[in-house]
């Protein structure tokens, strides 16, 4: 048998428990060319950490990051820390030639995402941005068809993100300068995964609660798109009911289609053809055939399977490529994609701050020295 892979872990937050299944379930569901194996783990709470490694099953802990990703005995690294944690253990890690997976939002700004964009370009080595929705079977299938064009070109996009996690009570202390832009970044990785780049931005922000820092709770962002058509954002995390009601919407020249995180294994698509049939309507896709995408690995047609899936199929794109040798896919988030999205959070604040129309490029060369 080939020697392991073996991944260190940076970070003890729930997140962690999710990568570490994911990791551990390839091998039951779809063996690679390499076992792999979760050998490291670092986080700055002893106790929680400790804690975290015994119930996980790995061997080695430290407070210290750079314990994790100066070992020898570690080939990948995952930073799952906060976004103010992203920067030097990542680049240490990619200075040392390591591939990594770091977790979104990529850095606390622009600057620093940008900062490890250029980290990764420079180390030549597999480099990933943890957009796990991405590898939603649904949300795949999504690109595809509008890739392939069937929906026409882009008129419109919109996306909400509405939870509940600071209605009614203190929210967990922000790891950067905003929650509702950056730690709700995927509605923003969204617009450009379905196909939509951001021109400009106006947008506004709220601090709702009476409590806690004074960050912002909830946003509302109009978006013009390059070459035409708009986008609308809308995220919340004081949303009485919504537990993670993400919701997706692209509207094309031809048809549309749409998807709820709450119900993530369907997708619904419109084909304007169908109108001249009279027998026009949302087509209910129930996504678990064999020939979509990632489900040739799960169950018969007919078993779902559920959010955390989706880290097993981000994790295997991300190995498969190291293991083959390879870039790794167009579609996994790479950290330029990272850093776009950085580039339209900061965006989405100026624009709130300064209460003006904020152009993207206009951010981007600042982030460019």
Known sequence: MSDPLRVGILGAGWITRAHVHAIRTIGHMAPLGRPVTVTALAARNRERGEAMARDLGIERFSTDWVDVVDDPNVDIVANLQGASAHVEGTEAALALGKPVLCEKPLGADRFEAHRLMSAAARAGVPAVCGFNYRYVPAMRLAREIIEGGELGDAVQFRAAYLQDHAAGSAPLRPHNGSRAVTD???VVDFLRYLGC??????????????????????????IDLRGGGIASLEVSRVAWGWKGRQVVEFYGSAGSLWWDMEDLNRLHVFYSGDEVGRTGGFRDILVTQPDHPFLGIWWPPGHTIGWEHSFVHEWRDLLSAIIDGRPTSPEQATFEDGYEAAVVCDAILTSSREGRRVRIDELRVAAHP
């Open 197 to 222: 780049e951001p021109e400009a931005v106006q947008a506004t922000t709220a601090k709702l609660t009476t409590f806690g820092p004074d960050v912002e709770d909830a946003y509302v962002a109009a």
């Open 184 to 186: 709700y970044a995927h």
